[in-house]
Every structure is written in structure tokens, then in C-alpha cells.
């Protein structure tokens, strides 16, 4: 627990230091649901879902959730996302951190899409539900 604390406060106090900005007057709020869960290794599990996430329409992600701290509680992923927007195809990598609080998950991520643009994300993952739902912001340089 120590550590994952650790790791996101050293995480947010680069970020500042980095002047990191946010353009919190275009806040994207994102719901999705999700389709399906799988492991094939009963360690690494793959999470897909789509949903809605403001000017992007129709949003298709999948993620890779690891534990290499072996904690039942919190973890790292790694994800794709992919829409397509009238004739523009955007796609997407993301990477961050989870951490169990309650019956939720805790979500935390830097996305970075081919339209140029990187999002700070935070999130909740209720799989009781079967529901994603993401606040996002863009980073400003």
C-alpha cells in the first residue's frame, strides 16, 4: 500500500514540477460499459468496453491489467483505444495505475492519441456493474 501511495504522489509532484497543466474548461466525462473479462493465465486479466467519451462519439478501449507488486488490491495496466470520428480514425495508448476502494477500482492514467493530444485521466472501475466511468483532461503544454 506504501508503495502504490508512494508512486502516485511521486507521480503528481513531477507532474507539477513538470508544470503539467490542466485544461480543466474542457473536462471530457466518458461512460462505458464493459463487454467482457478474461484471463489467460489466471494472473493478467484483459478488460474490453465501449461507450461514449464527449467529442470523440463512439470509443472503443481494452485493457491489460498486471500486478507486479503482487497486491490483491492495487496494480498497473496498459491499454489500447480506438474511434472513429466521421472519416477520422483516432487511436490511442494508455497506461496507469488502479487501486481497489471498496467494491470499485480506483483508476489513473496518461492517454496519448494519434490526433497529437495526451489526457490526464481519472476513473472508476465497477465490475459488480460491468461499468467504466472517466473524467479526462487535457494536458496543455
Known amino acids: 500500500m506504501k508503495k502504490v501511495v508512494y508512486v ?8 507539477f514540477a513538470q508544470d503539467l497543466k490542466w485544461d480543466s474548461s474542457a473536462l471530457i466525462n466518458a461512460e462505458f460499459i464493459i463487454d467482457a473479462v478474461h484471463t489467460k493465465d489466471g494472473v493478467n486479466y484483459e478488460l474490453s468496453a465501449t461507450g461514449e467519451a464527449g467529442p470523440y462519439g463512439r470509443v472503443y478501449l481494452s485493457y491489460v491489467f498486471t500486478n507486479h507488486n503482487d497486491s490483491m488490491e492495487s ?16 487511436k490511442g495508448t494508455t497506461q496507469g495505475v488502479y487501486r481497489k476502494k471498496g467494491k470499485v ?5 496518461l ?31
Open 8 to 15: 502516485f504522489f511521486l507521480f503528481v509532484s513531477v507532474s
Open 111 to 141: 492517454d496519448n492519441l494519434t490526433n497529437e493530444k495526451t489526457y490526464i485521466v481519472s476513473g472508476i472501475a465497477d465490475f459488480v456493474n460491468k461499468t467504466l466511468k472517466f473524467k479526462a483532461s487535457e494536458v496543455k503544454e
Open 105 to 109: 477500482f480506483k483508476m489513473y492514467a
Open 75 to 90: 496494480g498497473e495496466f496498459t491499454g489500447f483505444i480506438w474511434t472513429q470520428m466521421e472519416e477520422e480514425i483516432i
